[in-house]
């Protein structure tokens, strides 16, 4: 991001939690198609995605005058998206016609939904997963994977380049998927590989 689009979207922020619905209507536009995106990879479901981007757009709106951002905005929506896709899973557990629906969806794409059902419970697993990767490779995991930063954005607070950042990425995915295979087995690995690829 650059040094104006900054300027600009801490303009806009302190705009929204004044009430703009200007504000807040040019802060959807420019994250909502992206979020849907990245909630989809881990849904599999249109609607459901449209659904958790709009619940989290209402909330903002109803909350703006008590938000605090420690970090991007868009760091905010990626941790407020995360957090959704794992009340998802939970509802799953207590709604049986959506669990079939979506267990057709899930065995289809990606990981089988008994696994999935532990998704919370698995995060501390691979946050020992990340705690043994050298110190440069943490840093660019958490902020590429766990903070929503590009290549660009985490070589620019690391100091280096988006290739090295790139390089360093796949290091450490590779070792993390390692680490979760050899400790905890395939299946765990099948799971934990829903934080390692959401983008």
């Not at 790139?166 to 993390?176: D, Q």
Request: glycine share 4%.
């Amino acid at each position: 991001m650059s040094e104006t689009t900054a300027f600009e979207e801490i303009l806009l922020l302190q705009q929204l939690q004044a009430g703009s619905a200007v504000a807040f209507t040019r802060l959807y536009h420019r994250y909502s198609v992206r979020m849907y995106a990245n909630i989809f990879k881990m849904i599999k479901d249109d609607q459901i995605a449209e659904e958790i981007v709009q619940d989290i757009f209402a909330c903002i709106w109803q909350k703006r005058g008590e938000l605090r951002f420690e970090q991007s905005f868009e760091a905010y929506l990626y941790r407020m998206g995360r957090n959704r896709v794992y009340d998802f899973y939970r509802k799953l557990r207590r709604d049986r016609s959506l669990y079939e629906k979506f267990k057709a969806v899930a065995t289809e794409h990606y990981f089988h939904i008994e696994e999935s059902l532990h998704f919370r419970e698995s995060e501390a697993i691979l946050q020992l997963a990340i705690a043994h990767l050298p110190q440069q490779q943490k840093k660019v995991f958490l902020l590429c994977k766990q903070e929503g930063c590009s290549y660009k954005q985490a070589g620019e607070q690391l100091g280096i380049s988006q290739n090295t950042v790139k390089e360093h990425l796949v290091k450490a995915n590779t070792t993390v998927r390692s680490f979760l295979h050899a400790n905890f087995g395939a299946g765990l690995e099948i799971l934990l590989l829903l934080f390692v690829t959401f983008l």
